[in-house]
């Protein structure tokens, strides 16, 4: 139920996201104004971020097959890295023209200019408010912080318009666009290191090896682990291996423990795992996995 709240919400959002940038494009052009153009560049890639987020939502609902053991959550995570390079690209373009117009300020329409600005700045608080503040789904929360980032930028269009009509300084115009610039730069930033953290299988950033292993030895009949593997198949959805060494005992006996130490990740917000019962405590034992030929007791 919750996704198909999240994919109707995203499709609303998505729709006004593309009306408002044709708007915001047709009136920098049409008023010269850089801080407009800046602006309808960064809704754009907002409605590309949100598509990223629509497209998630359905494929999540895709299940798992022959090819795809794990799903197909890193397709969402690829296109959001293709997305932080665009904003990152997108912004340099702005810089480029910014100061070009910062050395040799054109004429800019000021009656097409801010009655646009604000135009755009209303849609997106209107957004904001379909997309919410309180999100248990990252997809919708990746969406709204994109909507938010955009409401500044525009906001900041509207503060350039009104300074150009009542001092004529039209020097504020590229400044205003490298603002937009530099919010652009800081997304994209964040998405591509966010993206390659989880290509590159690191620890999920909130998540401790070492206490996660400390709380499960604290089951009574857990006597060692080791070989700890933790990572992200896709945002927000984590993975656990473990080789985990309990007291010989029946193997119905062993599956209770194993329940356990499910439960007890499945709390820390763990939802996949893979636990491997062992009875033999290595010589070498270690929470990391150093691909070398371990020695155990025989």
Not at 222 to 250: K, N
């Amino acid at each position: 139920m919750m996704e198909h709240s999240s994919i109707r919400k995203l499709s609303f959002t998505l729709g006004i996201t593309l009306f408002i940038f044709i708007v915001e494009l047709l009136g920098g052009i049409i008023s010269n104004s850089l801080a407009l153009l800046s602006d309808s560049g960064h809704v754009f890639t907002d409605s590309f971020a949100i598509v990223l987020s629509l497209l998630a939502a359905i494929i999540v609902k895709k299940p798992s097959g022959k090819i795809a053991t794990y799903g197909y959550y890193k397709i969402g995570i690829l296109a959001a890295f293709i997305n932080g390079i665009s904003l990152i690209l997108i912004a340099g373009l702005i810089f480029f023209e910014g100061y070009r117009r910062l050395i040799n300020p054109p004429y800019i329409d000021f009656n097409i200019m801010f009655p646009v600005a604000v135009f755009g700045f209303l849609g997106n608080l209107i957004m904001a408010w379909i997309l919410g503040h309180k999100h248990e789904d990252l997809n919708i929360k990746s969406a709204w912080l994109h909507v938010i980032g955009d409401t500044v930028s525009s906001a900041g269009v509207i503060l350039a318009a009104i300074i150009i009509k009542f001092t004529g300084w039209l020097i504020v115009d590229p400044l205003i666009s490298w603002f937009v610039g530099i919010l652009l730069i800081l997304g994209g930033i964040r998405v591509v290191r966010d993206s390659l953290w989880i290509f590159l299988d690191f620890v999920p950033k909130g998540f401790d090896i070492e206490v996660i292993s400390n709380e499960i030895k604290k089951i009574d009949g857990i006597i060692d682990i080791h070989d700890v593997h933790i990572w992200s198949i896709g945002y927000g959805y984590i993975a656990f291996s473990a080789h985990v060494v309990v007291e010989d005992r029946l193997l119905s006996e062993a599956d209770i423990l194993r329940k356990q130490i499910e439960n007890k990740i499945n709390e820390m917000g763990i939802k996949h795992s893979v636990i491997q019962i062992e009875t033999i405590k290595c010589k070498k034992s270690s929470f990391h996995c150093h691909y070398e030929k371990t020695i155990c007791d025989q």
